[in-house]
Structure formats: C-alpha cells, structure tokens
C-alpha cells in the first residue's frame, strides 16, 4: 500500500515511511491512496479472534512481512486483561465495546501498545535514538509512556495541559519514573500543546536533529490499529441480534477514532451509520450541521479527553469532502490557521454525507446517563463513554442496532461519576495503586521554542553523562600503573 499526503506535497510512501513520517513533510496528513474493498472477506472474518483479525485488515495496509506482523500483534495484545480484547457486552438497548483492557484503561492503547512495538522493530540496531513527542488531553499521554517506557534507544516526551487533565491521568503519567520518560507540563491548553507539538514537527532541522517520531492520531498506524476494532464490535452486534447493518456511536474530539469508523466503512464493513458524539466542545456537530467549521475557545468539561476545538484528523476527513483535491486541502487548511474559519462546502457543494450523523450532549444529560445506565442496567460508563451513549440514545429506535464505543474504564473519573450517582463506585485496582507514588514533571511555558530546549537538553545531557560513563569505565579499565 502507498501512502499520499492530504496536502499532495510528498512522494507516495510506503507503510514503514508514513509511519516513522508521522506528520507528512508537507504539513499535512497521510492517508492510504486508496481503501481495500473487502465485502468478500466478511463472512471469513466472523470466525476470527481478535490478534487474527487484526493480522488480516493490517496486511492488507503494510508492508510488513506476516510472520512479523503477527508477533507484533500477538505480543501488543498479550498484554490486555481480556481474552477477547476488546469484549463487547449489553447495555440496556445499547450494545458497549469495551476498549479499556490494556494497561492504561483507555482505548488509546490499543494502537499505543502495536505502536511501541512497531516502532522497536523498525528501528535498526546502532540507530541513533528516537523521541517520541506527544500532545496529551489526558489518555493519550499515559498509553504512550506506557507504549514506549524502559525500551532502549527510545525516548518520550508528553506534553499534557498543566492542571487541566484528571488527577488519575495525571499520576498514571507522572508516576511512571523510567529513564526515557519525559512529563512536560505545558500552561497552557490541549490546543496548545497540540500546536506546540505540529510546530516542531513543521520545523524540519529540528524534526531530523532529533529523529523526531509523532504518535498522536496524525500517525497513520493508530488509526489502522482502530480499524480493527469496528469490524470486530460490528461482528459481535451481528451475532447477537442476527442484523445485517449496525450503528456506531462514537465520542469524539479529534476525530481519529470515528476516522477509524469512516475507513472501516469505506472498507465495506456492514457500518449503517456514524454518530459523531461531541461534549460542549462542538466544532464537528457545528460542521456536520451548518457545513462550516470554526474554531471557538475550549471549555471544561466532563470529559476531558474530548476538550478540542482543533480536530487534528478532521483534515484527512477534508481530503475526502473535497474529492481529493489536495490543493484544496491546501487552501482550506491555510485559511483555517488565519482565520479559525474554513466552508468546505463552498468548494464541494451538495448535500452532507449520509454516514455521519454529529450530536452535542452536554453536562446534565451525560450524568443523566451515567445514572440510568447504572440504574437502569447495572452498567457503570465513564464520561466519555456516556457523551457516545446519549447521542446513540437519540438514534435508537428504528430497529438497527447500536455499537457504543466505550473509550475508558470508569476508575478514570471517579469524580465525574461521584456527581453522576452520588458515591465513589468507580475502582480499579491499578488506579488505586497510584495514590501516593512519587511522581516526576515539568512545568513550561506554552511556546514551542521552550519544549524545544527541553527536549535539546534532556538529549544532551543523556549523551554527555554516556560519554562520562564511558569514559569512567575506560579510566577504571585501565590496569593501575605500577608505582
Ligand atoms: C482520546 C479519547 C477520546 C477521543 O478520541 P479522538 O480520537 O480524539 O476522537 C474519547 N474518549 C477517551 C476516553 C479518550 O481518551
């Protein structure tokens, strides 16, 4: 498979490149040339347990040998606390996939978890290391330390918004003390540590200084890692209500998980519909309703992870919109950073695209749903899970069944679903186990050129203490001189 940039300015690329790429060299984003059509393979795949699954759909994207790829998988998800991976259970009328199984109990590691293992393959033994550089809302951060903490030639750095990510994110970040682990505390918003973040990444010299490597859903393996997971929660509604097509509800910030949804309906899975969920942080319900999308200030909410007004994979959804037109993308995207504010639909008009339905659901009626599923059904959500399960809440009713993506473990955010219900019924014991563990960050102003330092600093002083180690040992190693 050949990888193109949404805005046209690289050489097509293969698997391997697009991924240590991360960001395109043009600004833009990666995208496969083109979608596997793979309805003939459906009724294969049904059979298939998750590492298998997953071995078939990413074959078909990489250029990766199978007997590789397959131990990477094996090994990624090894490591779940589910058989099944990714287990899909009952919730009243709706149906939860449950993708909170891996170390940091949010769906994020699941492509975190293949990543750092994908990238440890890929790079060649004597290589000089690479840093891994990530912006955080929260859950992203503590998969990628996750992903990438203790392995050798490996550094990573997070920047997460300085007091604005849970108190449980927070210390499954700060507590993990390896060596090549960096918290970077930014004051500052996730919108501007996402910039930070595409700034250093826009600076070439510095990108190939530091070998560079990005891991936020701009990397295109996450999103391949995502795509397995709608084929085999749509499976699991299939065989439990014998439906031929299923729904999906999707909470959203960044638009990289339900971009996941959008190529695995491309692909031909048996997908009737997207639902977009949003928190009061709307710039895509406000798109898929008006057909402009404009940047407005971020607000707090519930559900943290989701507190973005610049959806960084809303660009590669635009590469589509527009028919492919990376020139257009071009246009639009340079627009949008002058002016916040871009109308796609003034280049491609006609009418929206039926497979997305976009739903805002606020503070009241998120907790409203975490009581009633809780209630109702026995089943505790996080807030993020319940921003997904309203919206599908809404859609619900002609008969097609729904999917919910359930996007972290609800110990996350004990104090949301204390308001929702009134008592601290959220625990896990790996959360539990990090209160009161030493904890290690920094603090940095919003700038790019203050991150940059950081990371020249901490690459620095890692290779001079090396080279005094080394020259320590050969000093020891030295016979001592006779007198
Ligand atoms: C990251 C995250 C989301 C949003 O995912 P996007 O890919 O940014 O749309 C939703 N829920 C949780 C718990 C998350 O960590």
Known sequence: MRYISTRG??????????????????????????????????????????????????????????????????????????????????AGPLFLLELFHGPTLAFK????????????????????ALNVLAATS???????????????????????????????????????????????????????????????????????????????????????????????????VMEATGAGRVRVSVPTGNFGDVFAGYVAARMGAPIDRLIVATNENDIL??????????RRRVCSTLSPSMDIQVASNFERYLYHRVGGCAQTVKRLMQAFAADGRIVPETVAPGPGDPLFRARRVQRAETLDTIRNLYERHGRLVDPHTAVGAAAALRENGDGVPVLCLAT??????????????????????????????????????????????????????????????????????RPPRPA
């Open 109 to 128: 590691d699941i492509a975190l978890q293949f990543i750092g293992n994908l990238f440890e393959y890929l790079q060649p033994p004597n290589a000089p």
């Open 285 to 294: 319900v406000r798109f898929f309703e008006t057909g402009i999308y404009e």
């Open 9 to 90: 300015g690289i050489p097509p690329a293969g698997f391997s490149d697009a991924v240590k790429m991360g960001l395109a060299r043009d600004g833009g984003l990666l995208l496969p040339f083109r979608y596997p059509d793979v309805r003939d393979r459906l009724a294969a795949w049904r059979s298939l347990a998750y590492p298998e699954l997953a071995l078939e759909i990413m074959l078909l994207f990489t250029d990766l040998p199978r007997a590789v790829l397959q131990d990477l998988l094996r090994r990624s998800y090894g490591v779940f606390d589910d058989a099944s991976v990714t287990p899909v259970v009952p």
């Open 408 to 477: 972290a473990h609800p110990a996350k955010f004990g104090e949301a679903i204390r308001a929702a219900i009134g008592r601290d019924a959220a625990h896990h014991p790996r959360i539990d186990a990090l209160q009161g563990l030493p904890t290690r960050m920094e603090v940095l102003p919003a700038c790019a050129k203050a991150v940059g330092d950081c990371i020249g600093r901490h690459v620095r002083c890692e290779k001079e203490g090396a080279e005094a180690a080394r020259a320590g040992r050969n000093k020891a190693a």
């Open 138 to 236: 929260g859950d992203t951060g503590s998969a990628a330390i996750h992903g990438f903490r203790g392995r050798r030639g490996m550094r990573v750095f997070v920047l997460h918004p300085h007091g604005k990510v849970s108190p449980v994110q927070e210390r499954q970040m700060t507590t993990v003390l390896d060596e090549n682990v960096f918290n970077l505390a930014v004051e500052g918003t996730f919108d501007d540590c996402q910039s930070i973040v595409k700034r250093l990444f826009e600076d070439l010299p510095f990108r190939d200084r530091y070998n560079l490597k990005a891991v936020n859903s701009i990397n295109w393996a996450r999103l391949l890692a995502q795509v397995v997971y709608y084929f085999y929660g749509v499976f699991r």
